[in-house]
């Protein structure tokens, strides 16, 4: 050859970098290291299977919990205001349906207000107001 250019004809090889531990406990590599024969470490964990966790800590809140004797409740719609929503949509003329369609509300909400099983929300109070055209919580 001119000129003083050779050339290298030798083969580079690239290789990934070795796996990480975590790559080399999966279930194929251990699979392959059991069918070449390679000696397989295995170490249980152990708190495995069973939430520890989860369990250590509960203890201190069920006697917290246990001792704790306020009755705590949410609170419920009060009678006058189930009343006062029933009489003004019948008032209107209105089925629940009719008045959940008025506010943008599902009839369960009607329903559960007027049942006094719905936790108070004034935003609904007042939707409820302006359809029914009649103040509701005004006796407070």
Do not use: C, F
């Not at 000129?3 to 290789?15: F, S």
């Not at 249980?44 to 004797?69: H, I, P, Y």
């Amino acid at each position: 050859m001119s000129g003083g250019i050779a050339q290298d004809w030798e083969p580079v090889v690239i290789r990934k970098k070795a796996p990480t531990a975590a790559a080399r406990k999966d279930e194929k590599a251990v699979n392959a290291a059991r069918r070449s024969g390679a000696e397989i470490e295995t170490i249980r964990k152990s708190a495995a299977g069973t939430n520890k966790a989860a369990s250590s800590s509960t203890t201190l809140n069920t006697r917290k919990l246990d001792e704790d004797t306020e009755n705590l409740a949410h609170q419920k719609v009060p009678t006058e205001l189930k009343k006062a929503i029933m009489q003004a949509r019948q008032d209107k003329k209105l089925t629940q349906a009719q008045l959940a369609q008025l506010i943008n509300e599902k009839p369960q909400i009607i329903q559960e207000y007027e049942s006094g099983k719905a936790i108070p929300n004034q935003q609904i109070i007042s939707k409820l107001e302006r359809a029914l055209g009649a103040k509701l919580r005004g006796k407070k």
